[in-house]
C-alpha cells in the first residue's frame, strides 16, 4: 500500500487521536485539524480527508461545498460513531468517496484503506472536473443556462426557440455566446460540462423559473441539428458500509 496523508477533521479530540494512531501504525502520515476551518487555513494538496459527520461540523454537502471553493479537490471521508442512513446517503450524494463507521478496528480499516487509495485518485479527478463546470456554467447568464440545458436534452435550435419563444437566429447567438463563455468547440464539449455539473455538490436541479415554462423536449438523442446521440446523465453509486 503506497504512504499517503490522513487529514483527521473534526469529532472528539481522543477519537482524532485514535484514528492518527492507527493511520500511522499502517505506515501512512496523519495531520489533525479540530475543524475544517483550521483546514481551510493551509489547504492540503495531497492525501485524504477523514471529516467527522457530525452537527457541530455542520452538514456533509456544506462541507464538500467549502473545500471546492477553496480549491481543494482531495477525496473526503466522512466518518462517524453511528451513522444515520439519511447522512450516509446525502454525503454520498454530495460527493463523498466513502462513509465508515468509528472506532476503526485495525485489519477492517487497513483493507477499506487500499480500496480508499485504489479509487482516490480518480474520484479526486472527478470532483475537480465536476465543480469546474459547475463554476463555469455558473458565469452563463439565465437565458444561455435555459439553452445549454434544452441542448441537453436532445432539443435542436428550432425546438429551442419554440419552448424559449424566440427566433432561431436569437437562439443561435445564446448558443454561440454560451459555447464561447464555456470555451466548448463543439456542442457535445457544452453538454459534457452541463453534464459534470449536474454531478457537483449543490448544483440545483432545475434553473431559475423563468417568465415561460421550459418544457421537456420531445425529441431525444440530438444535440442541436446533429443526430447525434445526447450522453446518457452519470450516475453516482451509493456505498453501503
Known amino acids: 500500500m503506497n504512504r499517503t496523508t490522513l487529514h483527521i477533521v473534526g469529532g472528539e479530540s481522543r477519537s482524532r487521536a485514535e484514528q492518527a494512531r492507527i493511520a500511522f501504525a499502517l505506515g501512512h502520515h496523519a495531520e489533525i485539524y479540530s475543524d475544517l476551518d483550521e483546514l481551510l487555513e493551509q489547504p492540503p494538496r495531497?492525501?485524504?480527508?477523514?471529516?467527522?459527520?457530525?452537527?457541530?461540523?455542520?452538514?456533509?454537502?456544506?462541507?464538500?461545498?467549502?473545500?471546492?471553493?477553496?480549491?481543494?479537490?482531495l477525496p473526503v471521508v466522512f466518518v462517524a460513531n453511528d451513522p444515520e442512513i439519511d447522512r450516509v446517503v446525502a454525503a454520498m450524494k454530495a460527493g463523498a468517496l466513502h462513509y465508515l463507521q468509528l472506532p476503526f478496528e485495525m485489519g477492517i480499516f487497513a483493507r477499506r484503506l487500499a480500496t480508499i487509495l485504489a479509487e482516490a485518485e480518480q474520484h479526486g479527478a472527478r470532483r475537480r472536473r465536476e465543480v469546474e463546470a459547475r463554476h463555469d456554467i455558473a458565469l452563463l447568464s439565465r437565458r444561455e443556462r435555459e439553452v445549454l440545458e434544452l441542448l441537453s436534452g436532445g432539443c435542436s435550435n428550432k425546438e429551442i426557440a419554440r419552448q424559449l419563444a424566440i427566433s432561431p437566429r436569437t437562439v443561435e447567438i445564446h448558443r454561440g455566446n454560451m459555447m464561447a463563455k464555456l470555451g466548448a468547440g463543439h456542442p457535445a464539449d457544452a453538454v459534457r460540462l452541463w453534464v459534470d455539473a449536474q454531478q457537483a455538490a449543490g448544483m440545483p436541479s432545475e434553473l431559475p423559473e423563468s417568465p415561460e415554462p421550459v418544457e421537456e423536449c420531445p425529441v431525444a438523442g440530438r444535440i442541436g441539428d446533429r443526430r447525434t446521440p445526447a450522453p446518457d446523465p452519470l450516475r453516482r453509486r451509493v456505498q453501503r458500509q
Open 46 to 73: 495531497e492525501g485524504i480527508i477523514f471529516a467527522a459527520d457530525d452537527s457541530r461540523a455542520g452538514d456533509a454537502q456544506r462541507s464538500i461545498e467549502r473545500l471546492g471553493e477553496h480549491g481543494i479537490w
